[in-house]
């Protein structure tokens, strides 16, 4: 993808780092995702002693997590200080008297964690914030202990594809995120060494009285434009006139519809293969007979 789409990271994370008082109020999207994906683990057996919850916004996995895997130590992460500080407020001071939840502050893309040092990555909603979706796998690879799963939603290209529509054509910059194809995601964890990988997605739509609450949401959310080829200045009354007009055509018994394109993938880390190299540096070829 280029740049000119990329996420700022700087601006991302003060956006994020803004929302983190009104987040829980507006992120109805993000905990039904959540929710679902909880669902999910019912059906994969696991019993990891340590989880990560990679973009851990407010804490809303953690709770999931924590009930499914009462015996993991479950630790939230998200490049928002503010994030975190949120989530720890959520916590009772009972129970942070004798077991404070760890918290890391930082990049998904660069994770300060240990290789092979984690029994499950869960991430609800985040890696389509991330720059190089081959950088986060081969993160998330690499502090996976073998047999270890990765379990993540994410925003396929479709997602608000009324308020895109609404914005084409007004000027030449981009008002909406963009967000990467299920297959290419699909793709991605294969090259950076993920086995069994399983995509699905579906559509999931919100619905407002007008265009002005769509945008607010996304601002409560720390989900508005944050790309790098975001438009400089404020727009003028009669671009943003054209924009209003075309967003009506989509209204329907009253209401405005705003589609999100979830997509929804695990896989796992598989044990490293043996090798067959000698200790004098000689390879070993095995030669097989041919069946019939």
Not at 31 to 40: F, G, H, I, K, L
Request: glycine letters at 6%.
């Amino acid at each position: 993808m280029s740049e000119h789409f990329l996420p700022n990271k700087k601006l991302m994370r003060a956006s994020f780092n803004s929302a983190a008082e009104q987040y829980d109020a507006a992120a109805i999207l993000q905990q039904e995702v959540c929710d679902r994906m909880a669902e999910r683990l019912a059906y994969i057996k696991l019993e990891p002693e340590i989880v990560l919850d990679a973009g851990s916004g407010t804490g809303f996995g953690r709770e999931k997590l924590q009930a499914q895997y009462a015996k993991a130590n479950v630790v939230e992460l998200d490049i928002a200080h503010a994030m975190l500080i949120a989530s720890r407020k959520k916590t009772s001071k009972w129970k942070r008297l004798f077991k404070e939840p760890p918290a890391i502050c930082a990049d998904i893309e660069q994770l300060p964690i240990a290789d092979n040092s984690l029994g499950m990555i869960w991430s609800n909603l985040a890696i389509q914030w991330v720059n190089d979706l081959d950088r986060a796998f081969a993160e998330f690879h690499r502090v996976l202990q073998p047999n270890g799963l990765l379990m993540f939603s994410t925003l396929g290209p479709d997602t608000l594809k009324e308020l895109r529509h609404a914005f084409s054509g007004v000027d030449n910059s981009d008002h909406v995120n963009r967000f990467i194809d299920m297959h290419d995601i699909g793709d991605g964890l294969v090259r950076n060494g993920f086995a069994t990988p399983v995509m699905d997605m579906e559509f999931i739509t919100m619905t407002y009285h007008d265009v002005k609450a769509v945008m607010n949401d996304l601002k409560s959310i720390g989900a508005h434009n944050v790309m790098h080829g975001r438009p400089a200045g404020l727009m003028g009354k009669q671009r943003w006139q054209r924009v209003l007009e075309t967003y009506e055509t989509y209204r329907k018994d009253g209401l405005l519809p705003a589609t999100y394109e979830v997509v929804y993938g695990h896989a796992w880390k598989p044990e490293p293969k043996a090798s067959k190299t000698l200790a004098d540096g000689r390879q070993v070829i095995e030669f097989r007979p041919r069946t019939k």
